[in-house]
């Protein structure tokens, strides 16, 4: 279980990164949504005691508080940073031995954890390669055995699945799915298909503040009878693009495709359509900016 009052990160004046921000976790995936600069790094990196706080407190397990213990802190803690940097010649299955020694674990008691967690995540064939070379897919799934290769109780996942393709994404959210059971995550990400694969909950941040908690269909059904999609030449679409909140945009039939979320039908030839978590969370964030 994760508890966090009232936290708040400041940079000078009235540069606050976090403001105020409030949150209680059980087990389950929370999905953590946020435009560039909303504060989600931020949050991630004081999460994972790499950064100080200047206001408010984090508990995890109802016992260890992160400003006052954060070597417990770290023992319980899972994190998966964006990228990954391997050191050259060694082999996937040395990155996580050598890990495991780091953390203290006996040989015997990790020897077959190791070997299972490579096998989860499908890299067992190439456990014998040097993990410098492996793929950029291939790399993520080795750092997330390494986030797991302790049983952490709170798994920090930032923007995991950026740069992979859809079938590697789909892999890695299939996996998260199986490991991550029992434990607290945060999957911090700009990819709403992450949150929607994956998350029983979402939080929105922006300006550093949380203005949504709840469930991925609450977030969508806020944008309920707001949604449209017009076809329209690409002049249409550009000034669409400058005074509405464009979702998306694609090329079908010589025209332009648009969904577009408004109060009112933007065009007479607009149709309503069923909002989805992306139309919601774009109303929310545009309300909020």
């Known amino acids: 279980m994760l508890k966090i009052e009232g936290l708040g990160k400041n940079y000078g004046g009235e540069s606050w990164a976090l403001r105020r921000f409030s949150l209680d976790l059980e087990h389950g995936v929370f999905g953590?949504?946020?435009?560039?600069?909303?504060?989600?790094?931020?949050?991630?990196?004081?999460?994972?005691?790499?950064?100080?706080?200047?206001?408010?407190?984090?508990?995890?397990?109802?016992?260890?508080?992160?400003?006052?213990?954060?070597?417990?802190?770290?023992?319980?803690?899972?994190?998966?940073?964006?990228?990954?940097?391997?050191?050259?010649?060694?082999?996937?299955?040395?990155?996580?031995?050598?890990?495991?020694?780091?953390?203290?674990?006996?040989?015997?008691?990790?020897r077959a954890r190791i070997e299972a967690l490579l096998e989860r995540v499908n890299l067992q064939w190439a456990a014998a390669r040097p993990?410098?070379?492996?793929?950029?897919?291939?790399?993520?799934?080795?750092?997330?055995?390494l986030a797991v290769l302790h049983g952490p109780s709170l798994l920090l996942l930032d923007e995991p699945t950026a740069g992979l393709d859809p079938v590697e994404r789909t892999i890695f959210r299939d996996l998260l799915a199986?490991?991550?059971?029992?434990?607290?995550?945060?999957?911090?990400t700009h990819l709403v298909g992450d949150v929607e694969r994956c998350c029983d909950r979402v939080g929105v941040l922006s300006r550093g503040a949380l203005v949504y908690t709840?469930?991925?269909?609450d977030l969508a059904g806020a944008a309920q009878g707001r949604v449209w999609e017009a076809l329209m030449d690409d002049a249409e679409a550009e000034?669409?693009?400058a005074t509405r909140r464009v979702v998306s945009v694609r090329r079908t039939e010589g025209r332009l495709l648009a969904r577009i979320v408004s109060e009112s039908a933007p065009s007479p030839e607009a149709q309503p359509v069923a909002p989805t978590l992306e139309d919601g969370y774009v109303l929310l964030i545009e309300g909020s900016a």
């Not at 199986?178 to 911090?188: A, D, K, P, W």
């Not at 709840?214 to 269909?217: A, Q």
């Open 32 to 110: 953590l949504l946020g435009p560039n600069g909303a504060g989600k790094s931020s949050l991630m990196e004081i999460l994972s005691a790499g950064m100080d706080f200047d206001e408010g407190s984090a508990r995890l397990d109802d016992c260890i508080d992160l400003r006052r213990n954060a070597p417990a802190w770290r023992g319980r803690l899972g994190y998966m940073p964006q990228s990954f940097d391997f050191p050259p010649h060694t082999t996937g299955r040395e990155v996580l031995a050598e890990a495991a020694a780091q953390q203290g674990i006996s040989p015997p008691a990790i």
């Open 131 to 145: 993990a410098a070379e492996y793929s950029r897919g291939m790399k993520q799934r080795l750092g997330f055995a």
């Open 178 to 188: 199986e490991i991550s059971r029992g434990m607290t995550v945060i999957l911090s």
């Open 214 to 217: 709840g469930t991925p269909w």
């Open 239 to 241: 000034r669409q693009i």
